[in-house]
């Protein structure tokens, strides 16, 4: 059992990647959870956005191993308390397959792909940049663990 961040963005900030490192260094060993960058494809003013977004999509497909569930974070997806995600969390990890969260690039993903996903995550309804999408569920994953765990960062 593997959870996976796959994203699609530039060089990230240091702040970001300082935040991230952290609340993944504290997710216990078997929790096996590692994050991967996809660069996004250069636009200009020729550019099809339907084709980028599908060559995206293609670029975050190859780091997805076949039987992985994909978790597309979207606006449109269930939102959860952190408890409820912590619940969301066992439940995939008594399912026994890997987890690939995905953060879509800028313009998002085309219908079809949106529908290839096995389940679409809302962090919120606000539009959130991609490095504190990152931040805030890196961060989730770390309390859904000491929920589950009964680990006191959680104290609500």
């Given at each position: 059992?593997?959870?996976?961040l796959?994203?699609?963005?530039e060089k990230?900030?240091?702040?970001?990647?300082?935040?991230?490192?952290?609340?993944?260094?504290?997710l216990?060993?078997?929790?096996g959870?590692?994050?991967s960058?996809?660069?996004?494809?250069?636009?200009?003013?020729?550019?099809?956005?339907?084709?980028?977004?599908?060559?995206?999509?293609?670029r975050?497909?190859?780091?997805?191993?076949?039987?992985?569930?994909k978790?597309l974070?979207?606006?449109r997806?269930?939102?959860?308390?952190?408890?409820?995600?912590?619940?969301?969390?066992?439940?995939?990890?008594?399912?026994?397959?890997?987890?690939?969260?995905?953060?879509?690039g800028a313009?998002?993903?085309?219908?079809?792909?949106?529908?290839?996903?096995?389940?679409?995550?809302?962090?919120?309804?606000?539009?959130?940049?991609h490095?504190l999408?990152?931040?805030?569920l890196?961060?989730?994953?770390?309390?859904?663990?000491?929920?589950?765990?009964?680990?006191?960062?959680?104290?609500?």
């Open positions: 059992m593997h959870f996976s796959i994203y699609v963005g990230p900030a240091a702040w970001a990647e300082q935040v991230c490192s952290e609340y993944a260094k504290r216990p060993p078997q929790f959870y590692t994050q960058r996809v660069t996004p494809i250069k636009r200009n003013k020729n550019t099809v956005i339907e084709t980028a977004r599908a060559e995206e999509w293609q975050v497909a190859e780091k997805i191993s076949k039987d992985s569930l978790v974070l979207d606006e997806g269930k939102q959860f308390s952190s408890k409820e995600f912590a619940q969301q969390l066992d439940h995939w990890q008594l399912n026994g397959k890997d987890v690939a969260f995905i953060i879509a313009d998002g993903v085309n219908d079809a792909d949106r529908k290839s996903a096995d389940f679409l995550l809302a962090l919120s309804q606000l539009t959130l940049p490095e999408a990152r931040v805030l890196t961060e989730q994953l770390y309390r859904g663990w000491s929920i589950l765990n009964q680990h006191p960062y959680h104290r609500a």
